[in-house]
């Protein structure tokens, strides 16, 4: 099994990005799937989660009204889409996914992919 999030990047303050979550060896559709991130001298945290089987979202209060996420379940991809990008932003996002319903700690996901370097920087 193996994920992989892409689509991170350079931007300014107040843009977006969008992250993408992919898989092989597995479905997405059939899994929860949380985006994480680690700041350069700061330990991983959680950002976003959506549960397996109801698509229900949870999100730390850090992003909440500024990212989202959200299934693509025709191509089993999970998407972060990141509006209003800040500076405090900046962190390597990783995806992970377990077959559990809802996972929001780092030790109850089972599969974990390379992470995505976002820099959000004038």
């Known amino acids: 099994v193996q994920l992989q999030a892409s689509g991170g990047g350079l931007v300014q303050p107040g843009n977006s990005l969008r992250l993408s979550c992919t898989a092989s060896?597995?479905?997405?559709?059939?899994?929860?799937v949380g985006w994480f991130r680690q700041a350069p001298g700061k330990e991983r945290e959680g950002v976003a989660t959506?549960?397996?089987?109801?698509?229900?979202?949870y999100y730390d209060d850090s992003v909440k009204g500024r990212f989202t996420i959200f299934r693509d379940k025709v191509r089993s991809k999970v998407f972060l889409q990141m509006n209003d990008l800040k500076p405090e932003d900046t962190a390597v996002y990783y995806c992970?996914?377990?077959?559990?319903?809802?996972?929001?700690?780092?030790?109850?996901?089972?599969?974990w992919g390379r992470g995505t370097l976002v820099t959000v920087s004038s």
């Open positions: 992970a996914a377990t077959s559990s319903h809802l996972a929001t700690m780092e030790h109850e996901y089972d599969y």
């Open positions: 060896g597995l479905t997405l559709n059939y899994h929860a």
């Open positions: 959506i549960t397996n089987g109801d698509d229900k979202t």
